[in-house]
């Protein structure tokens, strides 16, 4: 599945499942995030993306 196919719904049920990514952003927080990275022109896989808003939200938070 490619980003341009994913919803922010999509990836907030995909990294419930996958990734302990609210623990280091809140929820509103991970929403700008994964809005902002689907609104970017790149086409890349779900787990690509996954990566990307991980360090962001890293990177945000500091941690």
């Known amino acids: 599945m490619k980003s341009e196919d994913l919803t922010v719904e999509d990836m907030h049920r995909y990294l419930s499942l996958s ?19 689907l609104n970017k ?9 996954k990566l990307h808003i991980k360090r962001r ?7």
């Open 19 to 37: 990734w302990y990514g609210y623990s280091c952003c809140d929820k509103e927080q991970l929403t700008e995030i994964i809005q902002d990275e």
């Open 57 to 63: 939200c890293q990177a945000e938070t500091g941690r």
């Open 41 to 49: 022109p790149y086409n890349m896989s779900r787990d690509k993306l």
